[in-house]
């Protein structure tokens, strides 16, 4: 991969046109500021869980009453999922500020992105919007930001997915913090340990105050329910960002 078909193209762009049937491009995007050194998974809040594999409800609240259906902020959200039963679906919440939203779905396995659908004069999300269940935070929106910037996505039922890019950098301002990105996953080498939400790393490059990506051929596959993210450890405050690129195919 890639191979040149009949039309002189590579399938990966004839996959960026839409013409590979059943296929398309998927990837994942994460930030995370410190305050000092961590270790963690690339993503906005601190401690990361996978949720239970039955699937759980969700209450979406955000910290600020301006995200609102009425508000300046986001006035309504769309929740991108898997279901208990790995399959894609998605949910529009109307905000109700630092008020609880029940989510109607009570199986959510996993929720793939969070993102502003409609908002108000702010354009942005005026708090913290969070996706909770029993006190744990799943997924977030930032103060500030149109979406969540969470690394970890999770393969649907029925795909394969193929990653075959990372990209990522550190910025420390005026004291130089050493981080190391890693791309990982919590199913390796025959074991299962996303009931801890351990990751285990697959491949890492280090950075201070730059960024870099590395490039997989053949590309790394994962199969459905997998989940695939960035983690970092970092030994000052600094500022992480991190992507991923692939596609899923049918299985």
Known sequence: MPNWNKNGNTYLTDLARGIIPGARPFGGYGER????????????????????SAGVQ?????T??????????????????????????MEIITMD??????????????????????????AVAAGTITAKNGGVTYAQISTGA??????????????????????????????AAGTIVRLATPTF????????????????????????GLR??????FTEGQSVGLTFVTDKAATITGSWFGWLEPA
Do not use: K
């Open 33 to 52: 500021t410190t305050t000092g050194a961590e270790s963690n998974v690339l993503w906005p809040n601190g401690t990361y869980t996978l949720p239970p």
């Open 58 to 62: 969700m209450t979406i609240a955000s």
């Open 64 to 89: 600020s009453a301006n995200d609102d259906s009425a508000g300046t902020g986001a006035r309504t959200i769309d929740v991108h999922y898997l279901d208990a039963n790995l399959a894609e679906q």
């Open 97 to 122: 500020g630092v008020s609880n939203v029940l989510t109607v779905a009570t199986d959510i396995r996993f929720i793939q992105c969070m993102h502003l659908r409609t908002w108000g004069s702010g």
């Open 146 to 175: 149109l979406r969540c910037s969470s690394s970890v996505r999770m393969v649907p039922a029925g795909y394969r997915l193929m990653v075959n890019a990372a990209f990522s950098g550190s910025l420390s301002g005026s004291a």
């Open 189 to 212: 080498e025959g074991h299962d340990f996303t009931s801890s939400s351990v990751f285990m790393p697959l491949a890492s490059a280090p950075f201070q105050d730059n960024s870099g």
């Open 216 to 221: 997989f051929d053949p590309p790394l596959p």
